[in-house]
């Protein structure tokens, strides 16, 4: 699929892209970015709750999400300041243990255009197995906490998130460190970049 060279224009592409048009609900692909974004999030795909909403992590993920980066929600929706770029676009429906993967065409078609056009991101925040793989390679042998262990070898560039979902609220009482140790210095980071 051929892109068009300005962001804005290649935003409304990939907004009018109907590449999976077997999808459950149907395509909505849900992305926020912006050339001027300074921190970047990579997430999985969106959950049913936003697909209906239409806006990314405006749930209890989000709520948390925004409480780790220690900013506010116009803070977290301007586009200008945070781009919040999925592995795929659209939700992709449920299977048993959840959510289905993101959808394999999504990344492809779209992802590397729209990464050039974001030059002036300072910090990426890559959450989940999909993000990883994509965006660290070399962590995708590791475990998502092992990759999220790892994390001051990808630092101050980079940081590798568990899901802020309360479906981890297991693993984030298992693993306090996390919070302990690598929420303050995160919330530092965005304070001087933002």
Known sequence: MPHKSTASTL??????CTICTDLPLGP???????????????GQ??????????????DPSGNRLRDWLGIDRDTFYDASKMAILPMG????GTGKGGDLPPRVECAPAWRDSI???????????IIGR?????????????TVTSAV??????????????????????????????EDDVIP????????IL
Request: proline share 10%.
């Open 149 to 178: 262990q790892n994390w001051t070898k990808v630092w101050p560039e980079k940081l590798i998130l568990p899901h802020p979902s309360p479906r981890n609220n297991r693993w984030l009482k298992s693993n306090r460190w996390f």
């Open 28 to 42: 909505r692909p849900i992305l926020q970015v912006s050339p001027t974004a300074k921190l970047l999030i990579v």
């Open 130 to 142: 999909y993000a990883i793989d994509w965006h660290l390679p070399d962590y995708s042998g590791h």
């Open 115 to 125: 990464l050039e056009t974001l030059h002036s991101v300072e910090l990426t925040l």
């Open 89 to 92: 676009f659209c939700f992709p």
């Open 185 to 192: 210095v995160l919330q530092k980071r965005v304070k001087q």
């Open 11 to 16: 935003l409304e592409d990939v907004r009018a």
């Open 45 to 58: 795909a969106p959950g049913q709750i936003t697909h209906r909403k239409g806006i990314p992590f405006d």
